[in-house]
């Protein structure tokens, strides 16, 4: 069943590569007017170009409060008020928890779970007021089950978890829809900046044997932004090639 969103318009941070990107191509796909917002103003621009009609690039730190408040600016100004945000931007390390850096903990927090917060945070006042919005945050499987040598990242995910849930407590009933979506290992340019013999041990270990692709978790997110998920609050999706079974 086709899922059309063409009365949406969606913000999608971190849309320049990888699941971003996917997810933004795939909510155009189905009719939605989309903000390709990311760090990298050159792949941002790539893929707002590659859409064509509908899309708009707009360069942002998501953990930076000013940026975001230009962010969605950006977004009134091409298309109107946002409807549709997906917190994805996100970094990854690597680095077992007896060296790692202040430094490094706290740029993860600030990526992943702060920029969740802030970006959260500039759109959901007019979802209020309208009554009508959806939040999809991007989380990670390793927010509940942990991940060896990354203590920081699966702690900021694991905060992005806590954080859907208790905001879907408080917005529900005033009609806008907070989920999040926890993939597994992915095929993208952050999963392989880790170690070669990290992506062999997790891919031994997934039952399906093998990592999933961007679209995977794209399918998801556009799933979650319908009509069809309208029942769907405060839930954490998993498509994780069965790394973890709920």
């Not at 779970?113 to 006042?125: D, K, N, S």
Request: charged fraction near 20%; aromatic fraction near 4%.
């Amino acid at each position: 069943m086709a899922r059309r969103l063409e009365d949406h318009i969606a913000i999608v941070t971190g849309a320049g590569s990888g699941i971003g990107r996917a997810t933004a191509m795939r909510l155009h796909a189905a009719g939605a007017r989309v903000v390709v917002a990311d760090l990298n103003a050159e792949t941002a621009a790539a893929v707002a170009s590659a859409l064509g009609e509908r899309a708009v690039a707009v360069t942002v730190d998501v953990s930076d409060p000013a940026a975001v408040t230009a962010m969605v600016a950006a977004c009134e100004a091409a298309f109107g008020t946002c409807t549709l945000l997906v917190n994805n931007a996100g970094i990854v390390h690597q680095a077992p928890f007896e060296t790692l850096e202040l430094e490094d903990w706290d740029r993860m927090i600030a990526v992943h779970l702060r920029g969740t917060f802030l970006c959260t945070r500039a759109v959901i006042p007019a979802m209020l007021a309208a009554e009508d919005g959806v939040i999809v945050n991007i989380a990670s499987q390793l927010g509940q089950i942990g991940g060896i040598d990354l203590c920081h990242y699966s702690a900021a995910k694991a905060g992005i978890i806590g954080l859907t849930k208790s905001l879907a407590r408080e917005v529900s009933a005033r009609g806008v829809r907070v989920n999040a979506v926890a993939p597994g290992p992915i095929m993208t340019d952050l999963s392989m900046r880790l170690s070669e013999e990290w992506r062999r041990t997790k891919a031994a270990e997934l039952p399906l044997g093998y990592f999933g692709e961007p679209e995977d978790v794209a399918e998801t997110v556009a799933f979650l932004a319908s009509p069809a998920a309208r029942i769907y609050v405060g839930q954490t999706l998993g498509p994780n090639s069965g790394d973890v079974m709920l």
